[in-house]
T-cell receptor
Framework: GAGVSQSPSNKVTEKGKDVELRCDPISGHTALYWYRQSLGQGLEFLIYFQGNSAPDKSGLPSDRFSAERTGGSVSTLTIQRTQQEDSAVYLC?????????????FGPGTRLTVT | DQQVKQNSPSLSVQEGRISILNCDYTNSMFDYFLWYKKYPAEGPTFLISISSIKDKNEDGRFTVFLNKSAKHLSLHIVPSQPGDSAVYFCAASEAGNQFYFGTGTSLTVIP
């Protein structure tokens, strides 16, 4: 079956430009997470959507970052006025959150390079 | 501040021997823990999980141990195989909401 997909797989942008990263979660998964992994670092939590609840935005590093999830499915992470320190792999994950299982399924990531 | 720590950035093990990957956490409210494996240029893939009501969970060659008093978990792989070579991340959560990941341990299994 289809897993989590992300697009684009690679994005090179100039400093100061806006970028949009897309995530298509597994159908029926109610939870969606965005993370980023900078070079040599672990996964850094950015934002979490669960059903119709207000998203947990506590991990967003600045107000240049925002995300939305339309219709409880596709999500878009937007970074405005990109900076070089935004360069990282951005990973999306979804989860069915059934019972006590919180297993997350990850997409392949979007590698963002800000020049 | 890092709530989940993997203090060994790398580990090398001979094929057939046991690999032990360690993870420490600081938040006593964490009640769900997962291990992920990541190959280069791919997203992490789920390996095994454990909830705080257990102290051990086994799945084939993979066993996760949880020591709540020490706030420590470990992943045992036995016997280790060359295909196990990857970066392993542990993650922790309170009630399955925000997940905190460690920085990963790169495992190399030597044939």
């Amino acid at each position: 079956g289809a897993g989590v997909s992300q697009s684009p797989s690679n994005k090179v942008t100039e400093k100061g430009k806006d970028v949009e990263l897309r995530c298509d979660p597994i159908s029926g998964h109610t939870a969606l997470y965005w993370y980023r992994q900078s070079l040599g670092q672990g996964l850094e939590f950015l934002i979490y959507f669960q059903g119709n609840s207000a998203p947990d935005k506590s991990g967003l590093p600045s107000d240049r970052f925002s995300a939305e999830r339309t219709g409880g499915s596709v999500s878009t992470l937007t970074i405005q006025r990109t900076q070089q320190e935004d360069s990282a792999v951005y990973l999306c994950a979804s989860s069915a959150r059934t019972g006590v299982s919180y297993e997350q399924y990850f997409g392949p990531g979007t590698r963002l390079t800000v020049t | 501040d890092q709530q989940v720590k993997q203090n060994s950035p790398s580990l090398s093990v001979q094929e057939g021997r046991i690999s032990i990957l360690n993870c420490d956490y600081t938040n006593s409210m964490f009640d769900y823990f997962l291990w992920y494996k990541k190959y280069p240029a791919e997203g992490p893939t789920f390996l095994i999980s454990i909830s705080s009501i257990k102290d051990k969970n086994e799945d084939g060659r993979f066993t996760v141990f949880l020591n709540k008093s020490a706030k420590h978990l470990s992943l045992h792989i036995v016997p280790s195989q060359p295909g196990d070579s990857a970066v392993y991340f542990c993650a922790a959560s309170e009630a399955g909401n925000q997940f905190y990941f460690g920085t990963g341990t790169s495992l190399t299994v030597i044939p």
